[in-house]
Each structure stands twice: as C-alpha cells, then as structure tokens.
C-alpha cells in the first residue's frame, strides 16, 4: 500500500466513523442491559489497551477480570489503568503466559 491508497483509505473511514457511532451507540443500549460480561486481554500494549478502554466505555457492564502479557511493567501499568476505569475499581489477575491464563478461564 502507498501512501495515496493509504489517505483515500483513511478518508473514507474517517467520513464512515460518525454513522458507525451513531449505531454503535443504539447497540450499546441494548448491550448494557443484559447480564454482566467478564472479558479479559491478551497483548496490554497500546492497541490492546485503545479497544479495551473503549469496551469500558460503551460497555459499562463489562467486567476486565484478566489480563495478560509478556512484558511485566506493561502488564502491571495496564492494571491499574484497568483498576481506575471500571465499574467495580477491581484490579483484574494477570498472567505472562496466554495459555495459563486461557486454562485458568476454561476450567
């Protein structure tokens, strides 16, 4: 991709954003009123950590009850955020290997 298919890219995103929202946020109505989530993150790095804050914005029912990575000061700073932005200000488990955390998850 160039940088001319990546601007006409963005563009066109950018224009479809404000509908996108608009449904989005009818989606969520409905979404916060079933029964509590329980969602964890693999990856605390700065994507993981976008998607997981805007869930807990749209989502506030969403309970963050783990949390993964290999990088422990990433993982660690991740918690706190995590800690301060939702509902029940419970600071989530976290794990540096996926499949003990997955495992955990399952049985």
């Known amino acids: 991709m160039n940088r001319r298919e990546f601007l006409e890219t963005v563009s066109t995103t950018a224009l479809a954003a404000p509908a996108y929202a608009q449904t989005t946020a009818a989606e969520s109505s409905a979404f916060d009123t079933e029964k ?7 990856g605390c790095g ?5 998607d997981l804050f805007r869930l807990l914005q749209i989502a506030p029912a969403v309970e963050v009850v783990s949390l993964c990575d290999v990088d422990q000061h990433m993982l660690e700073n991740a918690a706190e955020m995590v800690a301060e932005r939702q509902a029940s200000k419970k600071k989530p ?5 996926y499949r003990q955390m ?3 998850a399952m049985g």
Do not use: A, C
């Open 93 to 97: 488990r976290t794990f540096s290997d």
């Open 46 to 50: 700065w994507y993981g950590k976008i």
């Open 36 to 42: 509590r989530r329980r969602v964890g993150l693999i």
């Open 102 to 104: 997955l495992k955990e």
